[in-house]
């Protein structure tokens, strides 16, 4: 394919882009001869006195002497740097210049574009490409005849062994299949021989166990046999002996614990008595240790229970001092005559207790309390 008259008119370039930068201060001037197109993209406030942070400075610039124009206008901590898109063309001559307080940097990058390329290279360039293209052609041209060839030549050959391979394989397994057929029948009459033996070993042996000596295993026997055929009709009836038997000892065993617990019901209320004060207590155990004293320290073990049976609190060790105030009055009161080794029941009515509110939400109001109390050191 050539191109046409209207595109060989058309020059390629190639381009490329070199970074360009210059400071500008207020006192001088600055002039720059470009060499090849400039694109200015930048320009940034740089060193500014302190006592002029109020004031503007102002690029300035001129081409080739000519008029001179305002690219931009800046002021400290408000607009320091401004973004410009300015090109200047290639044999210029730029002068810029800074007008107030401050210096100003400005920044972007040459264009820099290589040599033209002749149309007329181009074109010989392009008959060449052609020309290259049409050989590249042809050898893939070639190259698609001699694969279709050798996919032609790789199907024949692959049709040729499959033909081959069944012969050799049917020829194989007709080899393999006469030994095997041989093999097991001369084997077979070798199985059978030891499995007659097998029984006439086991023959001798039982005709052996028929001496006399054989007569006791046969008793024993017997009378295994028996006591296996016992147990069939004469099972259930001693299950049931041992049942009634098992009954029996529960029954006694039973009667032995409700008498025990009717001794100790008898023996566990030893006193009871009835107080001025309202209170009540029974004596389930009496101590010889020494005696409880007033405003000293006592260490008990207790269990407390609403009048419903329910226990609300107990302990296995608790310690306090006798009649200063640290429990309910109940306590200071049934507890201040008991001796170590003493265990007494507290029938608390609700004055000496918790009174009308209670100890919500485990003991409500007007609740009659029952403790009982051990004495464990004093």
Not at 313 to 342: N, P, Y
């Amino acid at each position: 394919i050539k191109r046409t008259p209207a595109l060989n008119s058309v020059r390629s370039h190639r381009r490329a882009t070199m970074f360009w930068g210059l400071k500008v201060t207020a006192s001088k001037e600055q002039s720059v001869t470009l060499e090849h197109p400039l694109h200015l993209t930048n320009v940034c406030l740089g060193e500014h006195p302190a006592a002029e942070e109020s004031s503007r400075t102002l690029l300035k610039c001129n081409r080739d002497g000519g008029e001179t124009f305002c690219l931009a206008a800046l002021r400290y901590r408000f607009s320091e740097t401004l973004l410009l898109d300015l090109v200047f063309e290639a044999g210029q001559t730029v002068t810029f210049s800074v007008e107030g307080p401050g210096t100003v940097f400005t920044c972007g990058y040459y264009v820099v574009m290589d040599e033209d390329v002749d149309d007329d290279d181009e074109e010989e360039d392009d008959e060449d490409e052609d020309e290259g293209d049409v050989e590249a052609l042809k050898e893939e041209v070639k190259e698609q005849k001699n694969k279709k060839e050798a996919k032609k030549e790789s199907q024949k050959q692959l049709e040729k062994p499959e033909v081959k391979q069944p012969e050799t394989k049917k020829q194989q397994p007709e080899k393999k299949q006469q030994p095997e057929k041989q093999q097991p029948e001369k084997k077979q009459p070798e199985k059978k021989q030891p499995e007659k033996k097998q029984p006439e070993k086991k023959q001798p042996e039982k005709q052996q166990p028929k001496k006399k000596p054989a007569e006791q295993p046969r008793k024993k026997r017997t009378a295994e046999q028996e006591s296996e055929d016992e147990p069939q009709a004469e099972r259930p009836q001693k299950k049931r002996k041992v049942d009634a038997a098992a009954e029996q000892d529960a029954r006694v065993k039973y009667e032995e614990k409700a008498r025990k617990k009717a001794l100790a019901a008898k023996e566990l209320v030893v006193e009871r008595k009835q107080l001025g004060s309202g209170l009540t207590y029974e004596e389930l155990k009496v101590g010889t240790g020494k005696k409880v004293e007033l405003g000293r320290r006592v260490t008990v073990s207790y269990v407390g229970r609403l009048a419903n049976g329910k226990v609300f609190d107990q302990s296995s060790r608790f310690v306090f001092r006798v009649g200063a105030g640290e429990v309910i009055k109940g306590w200071d009161i049934g507890v201040a005559d008991m001796r170590i080794g003493t265990k007494r029941r507290l029938i608390v009515p609700p004055q000496l207790a918790y009174g009308k509110r209670g100890a919500p939400p485990t003991i409500p109001a007007n609740a009659t309390l029952t403790f009982d109390v051990e004495v464990l050191s004093a």
